[in-house]
């Protein structure tokens, strides 16, 4: 079931502050952000997205888990009622102390009896006159006191970029949020220029694992000739069965459109035993992994190496949990035109966790493991790559000087312990 919000006109109570044109008096790159990535402080898991109507009007679409907030029952009519406020400001850039447009926004939720559903809706944003901007967005639990602060992309910088795209599911019209499907899922795709078709690109195509934090050897470059090209009519309901990238387009003129990836069916969650396998790698041995992939019966493979690393059932189990949680939160924060986990990002997240301190601006993030201050600590930096398939794609800035600690950190895991950083 799902509750569904417009702007400017709310089925709940809703009050706007307006503050466009307002000086932030804090930079974003200046501030630790370290909480987006950190499962344990992220009670609130709203997804959002930016759409462009035309070149006068964007929307930001949100969708919120009842689930995720406290309702409390008022004592006279017996009523639930659950309240959050949405602040949202759009800056030119993350480091940017100038802000676009901004506004402050409170809704009100009140039902009969709990119930599990989504509640979605749409603001109105001004557009920025610079081509690209970021949008952040401060959403509140205002009865638990929850708080959730997202950072999203806005890109404007050609017609044809996913931005101007929208997708949603097929049986009932309702956003898609992600950008991988399942394959049995319909999907809907209309382009804000009312076109009736695209061409779409697939790209079958399997990305190579990234290689250690301290290799200087060169990535592998993206293949852009597709494995096939057809043509689909927008607006009608078009589903993916194959696993691959798809590269939805008006034109050739130009690498920019929209990208829907066809992942095996139940990611980003960590379920089959391939998916238990394959993550492996960044602590097996090549030994390790042959014999884990060529095994008759792979499950009890990867329990009995679990259980060798950890000494018992229950201290694996542990073992267990943590591995596999860090390589669901991969998926979901890194994943771009391949698997989160895949990710320069995911296998650094993998093995070292959710990073102390984390900077971010609109080309790189930073992460710093241990007191910054500290010579026993370590710091990555990821430089995002121009990439016309998504805009979450980061490399890392790889240098020799990692080898020792990462060889430290890779070494406690197969000691049957936790890395936690320094």
Known sequence: ??????????????????????????????????????????????????????????????????????????????????EFRMRYEVYGQVESRVLVDSAVVMFKDSILKPENRSIEGALQLKPSHSATGVLKIDLVDLKRNARSISYIGIDRSEADCRQFFSVSEAKDGIPLFRNHISAKEEVLIAHSSGAVQAKVSLYAQEMPLPLPPFSMGEARPFNYTPDSVFTITLGRPVSFPREGMYHIQLNDSTRQGLTLIRFRDGFPKVKEVDDLIAPLRYINSSQE??????????????????????????????????????????????TSFTEGWRSDRGLVYIIYGPPEVLYKNSNAEQWTYGDPNSPRSVTFVFRRV??????????????QMYKSDWFRAVDQWRQGRIYLGN
């Open 386 to 399: 121009n990439n016309p398939f998504s805009d979450n794609d980061f490399r890392l800035e790889r240098s």
């Open 289 to 334: 992994f042959k014999k884990l992939t060529s095994a008759d019966f792979p499950k009890a493979e990867v329990d009995r190496f679990w259980l060798a690393l950890a000494g018992n059932a229950e201290r694996a189990r542990i073992l267990i949990e943590k591995f596999y949680s860090r390589v669901q939160d991969a998926n979901t924060h890194f």
């Open 1 to 82: 079931m799902t509750n569904r919000f417009t702007a400017p006109a709310f089925t709940v109570c809703l009050i706007a502050l307006m503050l466009a044109g307002c000086v932030s008096t804090e930079r974003t790159s200046n501030q630790n952000l370290a909480f987006i990535y950190d499962r344990g402080s992220d009670e609130l898991r709203p997804e959002f997205r930016i759409r462009h109507e035309n070149d006068t009007v964007s929307l930001l679409e949100f969708r919120i888990s009842s689930k995720d907030l406290l309702y409390l029952q008022h004592p006279e009519s017996g009523y639930y009622s659950a």
